[in-house]
C-alpha cells in the first residue's frame, strides 16, 4: 500500500505542476490582449489629435485665401482714392473700404483663434507621441516576455502529462480511478498527508482508531469527512513500539 501510495504521490505532484502551468498559461492571452488594447487606445488618441489639427487647417485655409482677396481689395481702394474727384465717390468708396478693413479684423482674429488651437493640438500630439514612443516599447518587450513564458509553459505541460503518463502506468488501476475521481470532486490534491491526525485536506481530526491503520498502512485510508486518500509520514518508534 505504501509504495503504490508513493507512486500516487509522485504522479499528483506532476500533475500539481501540470494545472499550475496551465493556470499560468490561460492568463497570458488576457495580459497579451490588455497590452495590445493599451496599444490601440493610445494610436487612437494620436490618431483623433491628428484629425483635430487637420480639420482646424482645413478651416484655416479659406480664411487665408480670404485675407489675402480683402487685402487686394483694400489696396486698389488706396490707390484709386487718390484719383477720385467727387465727393459723393469719395465716401461711397470709404464705405466700400470700412466694410473690407471691419472683414479684415474679423478674419485676422478667427484665424488667431485657430492658430492658437492648433498650436495647443500640436503640443498635445507631442506629448502624446513621445509617451507612446515610451510605452510602447516598454510594452512590446512586456508582450515579447509574455509570448516566450507562453512557449515555455507549453514545453513544461508537455513534458509534465509525458511523465504524469508513465507514472499512471505504476498506479494499480482501481486506485488510479479513486484518485481521478477524488480530484475531479475535490478540483485539486487526492492524496493529502495526516501528520499529527489531523487531515491536510479539510484539517478534520482523524480518530485515533483510523490514524493507527494510517500508520500500519495495510490499507487504504480516506478521510471521513473530505474523502481524500490519506498517507502519514509519522513514523512509530521502533523502541517505545517494542515495550507496548
Ligand atoms: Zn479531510
Redesign the pocket.
Known amino acids: 500500500m505504501k509504495r503504490l501510495l508513493e507512486d500516487l504521490i509522485a504522479l499528483q505532484e506532476v500533475e500539481v505542476e501540470i494545472f499550475k502551468a496551465e493556470s499560468g498559461l490561460s492568463e497570458i492571452p488576457k495580459e497579451i490582449d490588455e497590452i495590445e488594447s493599451i496599444l490601440i487606445a493610445r494610436r487612437r488618441a494620436l490618431d483623433a489629435v491628428e484629425e483635430e489639427i487637420k480639420a482646424l487647417e482645413q478651416r484655416k485655409q479659406p480664411l487665408e485665401a480670404e485675407l489675402e482677396e480683402n487685402q487686394a481689395i483694400l489696396t486698389a481702394a488706396d490707390a484709386r482714392i487718390k484719383k477720385i474727384k467727387t465727393n459723393r465717390e469719395y465716401l461711397a468708396l470709404q464705405r466700400e473700404m470700412d466694410i473690407a478693413k471691419k472683414r479684415k479684423v474679423e478674419i485676422e482674429e478667427e484665424i488667431l483663434y485657430l492658430m492658437d488651437k492648433i498650436e495647443t493640438n500640436l503640443k498635445e500630439k507631442q506629448r502624446l507621441e513621445k509617451s507612446f514612443e515610451d510605452d510602447k516599447k516598454i510594452l512590446e518587450t512586456k508582450k515579447e516576455k509574455l509570448i516566450s513564458r507562453q512557449n515555455e509553459l507549453q514545453g513544461i505541460i508537455e513534458d509534465y502529462k509525458a511523465k504524469a503518463l508513465e507514472l499512471r502506468k505504476a498506479v494499480d488501476p482501481s486506485l488510479l480511478d479513486r484518485y481521478d475521481r477524488i480530484k475531479k470532486h475535490k478540483k485539486g490534491l487526492a492524496v ?1 498527508s495526516c501528520d499529527d491526525g489531523v ?1 491536510s ?4 481530526h482523524i480518530p485515533p482508531q483510523l490514524f493507527n491503520e494510517i500508520i500500519k498502512g495495510d490499507r487504504l485510508i480516506q ?6 486518500i ?1 498517507y502519514t509520514n509519522y513514523e512509530p518508534d521502533e523502541s517505545n513500539a517494542g515495550k507496548d
Open positions: 493529502v487531515c485536506g479539510c484539517h478534520m478521510c471521513p469527512l473530505c474523502q481524500r490519506l
